[in-house]
């Protein structure tokens, strides 16, 4: 049974819509390091105390073998998305669903983001104006990035990568104040509480799927795993950095008692002419969120162009409208926390443990190819 063959996964790509690999670094860490990381500490730290930081290091090695393994998937394929992968794989229409369920699934992923920001902004920034109002502008903004094409969300993501990177500077005040005594005594986690602290980070690492859809638009292909794994190192990095800090810094209580404890740690930077630093932190924060939701409805809008042949700048006004509406809706503060640990628990089964599945089945699928073709030849 041949359905596989019959379908071309194969994008074409024209040459002026192609990408260099060295963006794939900023592309994957500013998709990773968007709101996730601003509270991540305190549920990695909730399964595994003060052993948390063990268990970042287990998640960055376990997201590097998915890496690979996604990888070896795209390149056993001329110039493949996984959208076309799956439809080689599984025949047409089960493909489309599989593909449809890609763009749920990120559309959930957008709400959240959104939501979780507008939540920040309104507990340490602005609280009396509208969720509908700060969603308007960032759905404004995203359809004003994407509209422009790949080329330019990504041109975005590599100014705001710079833009933002002076935040770290600011973490020293916080450093100088740890009490490295909250880290003792050291390896108490079980490796069950471990493994669950690394779970716990995935949303941190949702984002790293881009790679599934945007390989097909990448020139130099063969600097493209140096480009990807250290984009995943630097994520991680990050991610431990924070870990460390708020450990060190919280006490055991405290450090479980903040929703977002790493925007926290700014709050203790003072400087006479800015007053609240922390504010200053939060409005910065918009160029680390804004790579993120700008690539997330970039994935939505190719997608349903590549399935459902609906012309981008259309289905970007349509998932745009929707977001705004779901992102207004959902107000309540436990509403969004549930929200986002299901999205969280989605991204785990799609993002990480979906590739592992798909592994072997296009080994065995494009084996069989390759001896097919063979013997015709």
């Not at 056993?76 to 699934?105: C, H, V």
């Not at 104040?177 to 669950?196: G, I, T």
């Not at 409208?321 to 991204?347: C, P, Q, S």
């Amino acid at each position: 049974m041949n359905r596989g063959i019959s379908v071309n996964p194969n994008v074409v790509v024209k040459p002026n819509l192609r990408i260099k690999a060295f963006y794939l670094f900023f592309i994957i860490t500013s998709l990773q390091t968007g709101s996730g990381i601003m509270g991540v500490p305190r549920y990695i730290f909730m399964e595994a105390k003060q052993d948390a930081w063990i268990s970042v290091l287990i998640a960055g090695g376990l997201i590097h073998l998915v890496v690979a393994v996604m990888l070896v998937i795209l390149n056993k394929y001329e110039n493949a998305d996984i959208l076309g992968i799956q439809m080689d794989i599984f025949g047409k229409w089960i493909g489309k669903l599989l593909g449809t369920g890609y763009i749920i699934y990120f559309f959930f992923v957008l709400v959240s983001v959104l939501v979780d920001y507008i939540q920040v902004i309104q507990i340490f920034v602005f609280p009396r104006v509208s969720p509908w109002l700060l969603s308007l502008m960032l759905i404004l903004l995203i359809i004003y990035a994407v509209s422009g094409g790949l080329r330019v969300a990504v041109g975005v993501t590599f100014l705001f990568f710079f833009f933002s990177l002076w935040l770290l500077i600011f973490l020293y005040k916080p450093i100088s104040l740890m009490d490295f005594e909250h880290f003792q005594p050291v390896l108490q986690a079980s490796p069950a509480e471990l493994l669950r602290g690394a779970r716990k980070t995935v949303y941190s690492y949702i984002g790293l799927e881009i790679l599934f859809f945007i390989y097909p638009f990448i020139d130099n292909k063969r600097k493209a795993k140096q480009s990807a794994h250290l984009g995943v190192l630097l994520t991680t990095f990050l991610i431990l950095l924070v870990t460390v800090i708020c450990i060190g810094y919280f006490s055991g209580r405290e450090l479980v008692e903040q929703i977002w404890p790493v925007l926290v740690l700014f709050k203790i930077v003072e400087y006479a002419i800015i007053g609240r630093f922390d504010v200053l932190v939060v409005t910065e924060w918009m160029m680390v969120i804004l790579p993120n939701i700008i690539f997330l409805t970039w994935m939505i809008t190719y997608s349903m162009k590549r399935l459902y042949k609906v012309p981008q700048r259309k289905a970007l006004y349509a998932v745009g409208a929707t977001a705004f509406v779901g992102a207004g809706l959902v107000k309540n503060e436990v509403v969004i926390l549930n929200y986002i640990d299901r999205v969280a628990t989605a991204g785990f089964w799609i993002a990480f443990v979906y590739p592992m599945l798909l592994f072997p089945i296009v080994l065995i699928k494009r084996r069989k190819y390759t001896k097919q073709k063979d013997g015709k030849d």
